[in-house]
């Protein structure tokens, strides 16, 4: 729903703790959620976090 009304770009991964009243596993609801592409289930896990707090991702080796 989120990513729909405001894209992927606009969401990121969240905690509630101590509260446990989310999802049981997170990750693993992110990359299972279907219409979402690699590139947006990396920015959700991660590099949207990163962009808003300005922290720089470095590059991967391949």
Do not use: C, K, W
Not at 39 to 44: C, G, L, M, N, W
């Amino acid at each position: 729903y989120l990513v729909e009304q405001y894209g992927a770009d606009h969401v990121l991964m969240g905690t509630d703790y101590p509260a446990d009243m989310g999802e049981v596993d997170p990750i693993g609801f992110v990359e299972g959620a279907e219409g979402l592409d690699d590139s947006e289930r990396r920015a959700i896990l991660g590099r949207n976090a990163a962009r808003l707090l300005n922290i720089e991702i470095p590059a991967t080796r391949r």
